[in-house]
């Protein structure tokens, strides 16, 4: 059962980069908005925070039944770690992060969306049966 509801997760995750890839490959204003919001407000810090440590507890309990058993593992370990270090910084430190990187990111805004696509189908593959 808990595999089961891993690579649910990880597919709702990877239909979520695909859409984010979409999305800024015909849109990149919008996604510029989105991005630029993450981590301003301590409940956004926070919903990061838990919506990262789901995915990456859904990797690691899901890597076995993968294609890719060592990367999703790598994947779920490092999004749990940097969690876990997220969570014990004040949610101000992540916005004055954040508000440093992302404006330097989104000049890539094409490339990011490229990678989330083939990052996206590689997972929905990883996963599938």
Do not use: C, K, N
Not at 15 to 22: A, K, N, S
Not at 39 to 56: C, F, N
Not at 103 to 120: D, E, K, N, T
């Amino acid at each position: 059962m808990l595999d089961v509801l891993a690579r649910l997760v990880v597919a709702a995750t990877s239909l979520y980069l695909v859409g984010l890839g979409v999305l800024a490959l015909a849109r990149p204003d919008r996604v510029e908005v989105f991005l630029l919001r993450l981590a301003q407000t301590p409940t956004a810090h926070y919903a990061e925070l838990a919506a990262r440590a789901v995915v990456g507890a859904a990797f690691w309990a899901a890597a076995d039944a993968s294609h890719f058993p060592e990367a999703f593992r790598l994947f779920g370990g490092v999004l749990l770690v940097t969690t876990a270090v997220l969570a014990l910084l004040p949610w101000r430190v992540h916005r004055r992060f954040a508000r440093r990187t992302v404006p330097r990111a989104l000049r890539f805004v094409g490339w990011i969306g490229a990678a989330s696509l083939g990052l996206g189908a590689a997972m929905i593959y990883g996963v599938w049966p």
